[in-house]
Nanobody, 119 residues
Framework: QAPLVESGGGSVQAGGSLRLSCLAS?????????HGWFRQRQGYGREEVAG???????TYANSVRGRFTISKDYPKNIVYLQMNNINPEDTAVYYC????????????WGQGTQVTVSP
């Protein structure tokens, strides 16, 4: 099984909401990993839109702050990205990723889930 599996993508109208889920498993110790949500828009490089550490402290890109919320459900091993007030510029493939806390490189990636926002 892949260590990270995303779900919840789809098509939505501008102003709507989506919640992405990332089932995170397969780590030797799930309590020592930090997670992030990245996206890749057409014609752009991959960017981190939200991150969360082992103490549930979130970080956000300026472009999504106030609209997106990242959270972790430890018992279920799920990392969520709640996306509110979505706009067409949020159209992208969204990826969940994990890294060992204390390191900066994300070593584990999901397969991605497409989010498409129509005007």
């Amino acid at each position: 099984q892949a260590p990270l599996v995303e779900s919840g993508g789809g098509s939505v109208q501008a102003g709507g909401s989506l919640r992405l889920s990332c089932l995170a498993s397969g780590y030797p110790s799930k309590w020592n990993y930090c997670h992030g949500w990245f996206r890749q828009r057409q014609g752009y490089g991959r960017e981190e839109v939200a991150g969360i550490d082992n103490a549930q402290r979130p970080t956000y890109a300026n472009s999504v702050r106030g609209r997106f919320t990242i959270s972790k459900d430890y018992p279920k091993n799920i990392v969520y990205l709640q996306m509110n007030n979505i706009n067409p510029e949020d159209t992208a493939v969204y990826y969940c990723a994990a890294r060992r806390c204390g390191e900066t490189t994300y070593n584990w990636w999901g397969q991605g889930t497409q989010v498409t926002v129509s005007p």
